[in-house]
Nanobody, 116 residues
Framework: QVQLVESGGGWVQPRGSLRLSCSASRRVFGIRSRGWYRQAPEKERELVATITSGDTTNYADSVKGRFTISMDNGENTVSLQMNSLKPEDTADYYC??????????WGKGILVTVSS
């Protein structure tokens, strides 16, 4: 079983930056896409950004221009650079790997808090 581990979360003031990283416990083959999702208190989990094996990216409208997703194929990692953070970005952030074969893996989540 593959485990995904997120790192880099924490507290930051509005307009600050954080970089989230996610690593897999072992090499994962046939990855169709990697992504970041978030869930704020009393809200449903929502897509933040995804990146395919062909480097095609997709962002939620709320983070376009502020967040950048990237990956390292050789290391099976995915990162999320978050700039110009807003209080409404506060949430638990989850990384996700999806395989062409249907495998779908989630991290346990990491908290990002944006407040003054």
């Amino acid at each position: 079983q593959v485990q995904l581990v997120e790192s880099g979360g924490g507290w930051v003031q509005p307009r600050g930056s954080l970089r989230l990283s996610c690593s897999a416990s072992r090499r994962v083959f046939g990855i169709r896409s990697r992504g970041w999702y978030r869930q704020a208190p009393e809200k449903e989990r929502e897509l933040v950004a995804t990146i395919t094996s062909g480097d095609t990216t997709n962002y939620a409208d709320s983070v376009k221009g502020r967040f950048t997703i990237s990956m390292d194929n050789g290391e099976n990692t995915v990162s999320l650079q978050m700039n110009s953070l807003k209080p409404e970005d506060t949430a638990d952030y989850y990384c996700n790997f999806r395989q062409y074969s249907g495998g779908n893996y989630w991290g346990k989540g990491i908290l990002v808090t944006v407040s003054s």
